[in-house]
Structures are given as C-alpha cells and as structure tokens.
C-alpha cells in the first residue's frame, strides 16, 4: 500500500501540535480514570462503556461488545482513499498496585501495570482530534481491543470481522515503553517482537520411601534432569543467530522430607522471532521430555499452547513510521532501531492479516521515579508521552490517508 515514504521535510510540524498539547489535559484525566478501575482480559465492561460514552459525545460512530468487550470506531475522512486501522489494547493485569499516588488502582490485585490504560486514552484522543478534523482521503478505525495480556483479544476481533467494511489496508499500534526514556521512539521492520508458546508437563514417575529410592522412580530427579536439558534446545538446536528463550517457570514435586515423590509438576514458555522455529521448538521440547522420562522409566502428560506468533513489521509501513517519527520527535537520540524484545503481544495477529507497524514509545522518566519495569507493583510512566503518542497516531493518518 505505501509506495513512497514521507520525508521529514513534508510534515507541517506547527499545524497540528498545538491543538494535541491542548488536549493534554484531557488525555491524562482519561488514563487516570482508566488507571482507578483496570479490569482483566474480556472483563472490560466499565472501560468499553467509558469507551463508547467519549465517541458517542464526540459524534463518532463506533460498535461495541466486539469479542465480547471490544470497541470499533470508524472515522471516514471527507475524501475517498485508504483505510487506516490504529490498534490500542485497553486490559489490566492481576497485579496488586504499591504506588500511592491519587489515581492508583481502586480494585485489589488489578492493576493497569504495562500501559495499557496509556494506549487506550492515546486512541481516544485520535478519535476526538480526527472527529474534528476530517481533512483526510479514506477511513479511520480505531480498535479498542481486549485481553492482550492473555488469553489474546486480537484473533477474536479478526474474527468478528473488524479488519472488514470497510476492508483495512493498513494498521499501526503504539506501546508506551519504560525501556526506553521519554519521547524515544523505538521501530524496525521485520521482527520486533518474539512468538510467545506455553507448555506443562507432568512427570509420573513412582513414589515411595526416601531411605529406599531402588523402589521408585523419582519424579524429582527425572524433572530436574528435564529442566537442565531443555536449555539444550537454544543451545544446540537454534541457530545461534536466531534469538530464542526456553523457560521453565514453575517447578513443582514433592510433600515431605523422606519421601520420594511419585510426580512433578513443570511449566514455562517459550520465545523466538524466527517464525520457521515455531514446529522446530514444540517438536523438540517433547522429544527432550519424552527422552529423559524413557532414561529413567517414567512417563508424561504434555500440554503445549502456541499463543502469539512473532510481531512482524511491514517494511513499507515502518519506512512510513519512521519518517514521521524521525520529524517529530525532538529528543536527541530521537529514533532508534535497536528495540527488539522477546516479550510478545498478540498486535502479531493483526500484522499477519494486513501490513503494518507497531513501534515503542519511550515513557520513562527515572527523575521522576517513572522507570519501574513493566508488570511491576509500582510501574508508572510520565504521562507526557500521552500526546506524543496521539500526535504520532495522527501525522501517520496524515500521511497515509492522501
């Protein structure tokens, strides 16, 4: 869809700018709202109604309970044109909140603590500046898209048909970043993120007395054997320029001192950019567990998820980000590529389905004491990224929407 990117020189940095920091305000008094009442994945009912209530003040058609607690809104421009999609996911996380500042968490053990709450008061100052400014050629759409965090809002709303009538050509999606500091945008094509795969597994293995352990099979022993050889996998399966994580997380066997457990408990994840590792992976973490239980004769239930695939940029589309990044952003480090993560995010699904771009913002401020990791108790971001965030959403219409 994009044949030739903007330069620098082509965007009108004064005629929007002062208009997107007049609604700062706004913007933080939105997130602050959606940061009081966070709700987990496919429970977003206040924050969809929240939603709905600022598109419908501000004349912007929308449709919502869209996989469940999703929100589309659809913006057409006063000429015809292409098809624009922003992307923002509005879910919490099961996290107990240790900030004390006024707008913290009014709900125990939710918590908005990645951003999200950040994305979705971004999206909706898009909407409110593009509702009064529909000097564009095409169609907006905003998605307010549920349960990023798990067990993945993106696929059903592919599925609901949200990429269609009208038919999206093109999508972008921002996440505020404490990795990187304030006002840097961080954006590459191809791979930016990694897949994200589950497994769990149950050794079964014989238990008996601690002092007498030839008449068992240890469940302990066998597990432990598995952890240490599924690292094996990165280190001798995975081409060593290919970036991949193999994790066990949890590890669970045993119930007293002198007895020899009969079964054990594992699970973890798995991480790659390389989308062709996908079966190579899966395939070989059973064949290791099939392996080491067949050694020590026992045996075991396997269950493995793969959840998101890699996030993969469009060269076309992240030629377009960047060129408008590269205009706006005033920091001095400005722009940077070396952004890679093996976190994952289900964005991926909507890059499968239509070119596009999703790029970091730099949100962290530690003179603040806002550069806490995200999914941490006390992450917090320096809500001057909001309008940055709303100003790179809307030059990106201006520029692909000509």
Known sequence: ???????????DLSRIR???????????????????????GFREQQTAEFISQKLQEWGVDHQAGIAQTGVVATIPGKHPGPVLAIRADMDALPVQEENTVPYRSQYDGVMHACG????TAIALGTANYLAQHRDFAGTVKLIFQPAEEGPGGAKPMIEAGVLEHPTVDAIVGLHLWNNLPLGIVGVRSGPLM??????????????GHGAMPHQTVDAVVVSAQVV????????????????????????????????????????????????????????????VIAGVCQTYGATYELDYWHLYPPV???QGMTQLVQSVAEAVVETPAGVVPECQTMGGEDMSFFLQAVPGCYFFLG???????????????????DEAA??????????CVEQFCR
């Open 312 to 314: 993969l940029n469009d």
């Open 363 to 381: 949100a962290a401020n530690p003179e603040r004491d806002l550069a806490y990791p995200h999914h941490h108790p006390r992450f917090d971001f």
């Open 386 to 395: 909001l309008g940055m965030g709303v100003e790179m959403f809307v030059r």
């Open 228 to 287: 240490n050889a599924l690292q094996t996998i990165v280190a001798r399966t995975v081409n060593p320029l290919d970036a991949a994580v193999v994790t066990v997380g949890e590890l669970h066997a045993g119930s007293a001192m002198n007895v020899i457990a009969g079964t054990a408990e594992m699970s973890g994840t798995v991480r790659y950019v390389t989308p062709a590792l996908a079966d190579t992976i899966a395939r070989r973490v059973e064949q």
């Open 18 to 40: 002062a208009e997107i920091q007049a609604l700062q305000p706004s913007l933080v008094a939105w997130r602050r709202r959606l940061h009081q009442y966070p709700e987990l």
């Open 116 to 119: 999200h709450d950040g994305h």
């Open 1 to 11: 869809m994009v044949s030739t990117s903007p330069t620098p020189a082509s965007i």
């Open 194 to 207: 990694a897949a994200v795969e589950l497994f769990r597994c149950k050794i079964l293995g014989k238990g």
